[in-house]
């Protein structure tokens, strides 16, 4: 299974702040790497898919990089219904797999 | 618009099976490319893949899972399900279907609101 190592795991911030997550992959993925956002009882929302290319609909604040084995995530601009866990997810191989998860929160 | 949601039951009891069903509208299961997944997490957990059903009736399973899971399509119903035999309390959390995205690899792109199952005597 391919592993994805997601930093860090938990992140405070202030709104406004600019807010990176990153991902490793154990093996080369291309982009194959989507971002997900979860809210508190709610289920997974895709924000970004191809490592970079963003969901219709998704603020432009949001944005993926990253190729092979190394991806980031960044919101530029941190607003606070931007409150969530964030996820990576590699889908170049079955068994799909996920980073841990980034909580992020208001300081 | 695509839409899925799960249903099934809250609470089962230690070695029973599970059965869940995700009810889906706005695609087409036969469509070439088609395909529907399951996840499910626990709490505090990431999400965990568990099968895929692609529109040719070709089923993937996750491989620690594969001798308990089941995967099923029914087509003129719009729905997929999925069945997990004795079903052990590292089996609660909440289980998710998902629609897989038609030209991106296993990308889902779009998720259910997710059923709670809790495993209990």
């Known amino acids: 299974d391919i592993l994805m190592t997601q930093s860090p795991s938990s992140l405070s911030a202030s709104l406004g702040d600019r807010v990176t997550i990153t991902c490793q992959a154990s093996?080369?993925?291309?982009?194959?790497v989507s971002w997900l956002q979860q809210k508190p009882g709610k289920a997974p929302e895709l924000l970004i898919h191809?490592?970079?290319k963003l969901e219709i609909g998704v603020p432009s604040r949001f944005s993926g990089s990253g190729s092979g084995t190394h991806f980031s995530f960044t919101i530029t601009s941190l607003q606070p219904e931007d409150i969530a866990t964030y996820y990576c997810?590699?889908?170049?191989?079955?068994?799909?797999?996920f980073g841990q998860g980034t909580r992020l929160d208001i300081k | 618009q695509i839409s899925l949601k799960e249903s099934g039951p809250t609470l089962v009891q230690p070695t029973q099976s599970l059965t869940l069903t995700c009810t889906f509208s706005g695609f087409s299961l036969p469509s070439p490319g088609a395909g529907v997944g399951w996840f499910r997490q626990s709490p505090g957990k990431a999400p965990e893949w568990l099968a895929l059903?692609?529109?040719?009736?070709?089923?993937r399973y996750r491989s620690s899972l594969k001798t308990r899971l089941t995967i099923t399509k029914d087509t003129s119903k719009n729905q997929v399900v999925l069945t997990l035999a004795n079903i052990q309390p590292a089996d609660a959390g909440v289980y998710y279907c998902a629609h897989r995205r038609l030209g991106f690899g296993e990308l889902f792109d779009n998720w259910g609101q997710g059923t709670r199952v809790t495993v209990s005597s």
């Open positions: 191809d490592a970079s």
């Open positions: 093996q080369d993925i291309t982009t194959y």
């Open positions: 059903i692609y529109w040719d009736g070709d089923e």
């Open positions: 997810q590699q889908y170049d191989t079955l068994p799909i797999t």
